[in-house]
């Protein structure tokens, strides 16, 4: 019985270690990798403010603070990746809002001294977030044993946001500088548009703790990120509607996302993680187009971009 039970000891341990070794190469050597992900209950806020008291005095620095703060956006994001070699690869997503709902603005206004002479509360509702994102990778590092990989990524993301917000509510407001009538709680008051641009550089890492499991990160930095930005004051009669507000901004920015690999298959798996996105200007200029007087100019104090919340998806590879 004792060599009977050695061979059949030594069948399993052979079989064992082919199948690691083929699932090993299928993951680590598919020539075309699909994946969809969705991107759950996203928590995202927009902050920008500007400096005007150039333009006159008697404004606060900051002169405006607006803070769009949205909850439980739902993203769905389609992705490919094209192995050209052992080492380099093409890959690149599309992502965009499917369910956009429960925001929130909130509008602060300045006088000299910082005095809060008018806030207002919003609903936000509007088209979303949409985004792509393109990246070409080099395989720096592979991990003995078949064990997985470290790739070092670059590319580029276009990320666009729009925020709609409809009627407000006075929670602060001082008549001797401002109107404190009531306005209609379903009228349109601001559509504020975002475009950010993001060059990016960073690292893809995946690494096997069992013949199915494994655990990875995407992380990403921004040396220079750009920002362009509408805003329109649908209520505004003294300002322009193409737009009301324009911002143009320079930062820097980043992504990280930790996640986890399952695979059902050989060709198929189940991820899990966790997304991070920023993005911040540290210099900038804002513009106000009148009516009356025409366009003027002030520094743009303040414009930054988070979003965050877990992703859940399958990638197939063949």
């Not at 929670?171 to 060059?199: E, G």
Request: neutral net charge; contains cysteine; proline residues 4%.
């Amino acid at each position: 019985m004792r060599p009977l039970l050695a061979v059949v000891l030594g069948v399993a341990v052979t079989t064992t270690a082919s199948a690691w070794g083929q699932d090993t190469e299928t993951q680590t050597r598919p020539r075309v990798e699909l994946s969809a992900r969705s991107w759950l209950f996203t928590n995202g806020q927009t902050t920008w403010s500007h400096d005007a008291s150039g333009i006159n005095p008697a404004f606060g620095d900051p002169t405006s603070k607006l803070t769009y703060k949205d909850n439980n956006t739902h993203i769905i994001e389609f992705g490919a990746k094209l192995h050209l070699s052992r080492r380099w690869h093409l890959d690149g997503d599309v992502g965009f809002a499917i369910d956009f709902d429960r925001g929130r603005l909130t509008d602060d206004d300045y006088l000299t001294g910082q005095y809060l002479f008018s806030r207002t509360n919003s609903n936000i509702t509007g088209t979303g977030t949409w985004y792509i994102n393109g990246n070409v990778g080099y395989r720096a590092v592979e991990f003995p044993n078949g064990r997985g990989h470290l790739d070092v990524v670059g590319g580029l993301r276009y990320w666009q946001t729009e925020h709609e917000a409809t009627g407000f509510d006075r929670l602060v407001c001082d008549s001797n500088v401002t109107s404190c009538l009531p306005q209609s709680s379903d009228s349109r008051a601001i559509t504020n548009t975002s475009h950010w641009i993001t060059p990016q550089v960073g690292i893809n890492t995946d690494y096997r703790l069992t013949g199915r499991l494994s655990v990875g990160l995407k992380a990403f930095v921004t040396p220079v990120s750009i920002i362009y930005n509408e805003d329109v004051h649908h209520l505004r009669g003294d300002l322009r509607q193409d737009p009301s507000f324009s911002m143009w901004g320079v930062g820097v920015g980043g992504s990280a996302e930790p996640t986890v690999k399952f695979m059902l298959t050989r060709n198929l798996a189940i991820t899990a993680g966790y997304r991070v996105w920023w993005n911040r200007t540290y210099t900038g200029t804002w513009e106000v187009h009148s009516v009356a007087s025409g366009s003027q100019s002030a520094p743009l104090t303040e414009f930054q971009t988070i979003r965050h919340g877990p992703t859940v998806g399958l990638t197939a590879s063949f």
